[in-house]
């Protein structure tokens, strides 16, 4: 697999063009979202992972293979920014969601440590409204015990499905768990795009 960075977008403008399929990946700062990225890309340092939370201030794009767009988006929830930051963050996300023909899905990446708040079912809202495919994603499998793991698997699976999405994987970087089954989901929306 090739893989390589292309850009960073703080605006429109700076967004690839939508020449090819894309796939977004979205969720909380320190879900652990770079860590998936980086794993599923095979790479260990594609996507910069952070001990602090909401580093990633841009949408980040990288070229897979020639064949696809992959798009980092910011990360939410935690990061310690200015209501300001915040909200020209909202509008570049927004501006993102509604411009890009070629977007197959978004990822949606959560801890599985944590139940889903306020801004999963915002943003689950809002890609409903714009009726953009989900791909809900439990990382840090293997930071708790299999029966945890199933018990916030069955309380993640009732959010998602009350939001009319897919059953949530499980995902571990560490292990390498779930990494066929996302590119099986990723795959399969791209073809039916």
Same mark, same amino acid.
């Given at each position: 697999?090739?893989?390589?960075?292309?850009?960073?977008?703080?605006?429109?403008?700076?967004?690839?063009?939508?020449?090819?399929? &894309?796939?977004? +990946?979205? *969720? !909380?700062? #320190?879900?652990?979202?770079?860590? %998936? /990225?980086?794993? @599923?890309?095979?790479?260990?340092?594609?996507?910069?992972?952070?001990?602090?939370?909401?580093?990633?201030?841009?949408?980040?794009?990288?070229?897979?293979?020639?064949?696809?767009?992959?798009?980092?988006?910011?990360?939410?929830?935690?990061?310690?920014?200015?209501?300001?930051?915040?909200?020209?963050?909202?509008?570049?996300? &927004?501006?993102? +969601?509604? *411009? !890009?023909? #070629?977007?197959?899905?978004?990822? %949606? /990446?959560?801890? @599985?440590?944590?139940?889903?708040?306020?801004?999963?079912?915002?943003?689950?809202?809002?890609?409903?409204?714009?009726?953009?495919?989900?791909?809900?994603?439990?990382?840090?499998?293997?930071?708790?015990?299999?029966?945890?793991?199933?018990?916030?698997?069955?309380?993640?699976?009732?959010?998602?499905?009350?939001?009319?999405?897919?059953?949530?994987?499980?995902?571990?970087?560490?292990?390498?768990?779930?990494?066929?089954?996302?590119?099986?989901?990723?795959?399969?929306?791209?073809?039916?795009?």
């Amino acid at each position: 697999m090739r893989v390589h960075f292309i850009r960073s977008a703080f605006k429109r403008s700076d967004f690839p063009p939508q020449d090819r399929p &894309e796939i977004a +990946f979205a *969720g !909380r700062s #320190n879900s652990g979202k770079s860590s %998936l /990225i980086n794993t @599923i890309c095979k790479s260990r340092s594609l996507a910069r992972v952070s001990s602090k939370p909401g580093k990633t201030r841009s949408i980040n794009f990288y070229d897979i293979d020639g064949r696809y767009y992959f798009a980092d988006l910011p990360g939410y929830g935690f990061a310690k920014v200015s209501k300001g930051m915040r909200e020209s963050w909202r509008s570049l996300i &927004e501006s993102y +969601f509604e *411009g !890009r023909d #070629n977007l197959c899905a978004v990822v %949606l /990446i959560m801890d @599985i440590r944590r139940e889903p708040e306020e801004d999963e079912k915002m943003l689950m809202e809002y890609l409903n409204y714009h009726k953009l495919r989900v791909i809900p994603v439990l990382t840090k499998k293997d930071k708790v015990s299999n029966n945890e793991a199933r018990k916030r698997q069955k309380l993640a699976e009732k959010f998602f499905k009350d939001m009319k999405a897919q059953n949530p994987l499980l995902f571990s970087s560490r292990t390498g768990e779930g990494v066929k089954e996302l590119w099986s989901r990723i795959l399969n929306s791209i073809s039916k795009h």
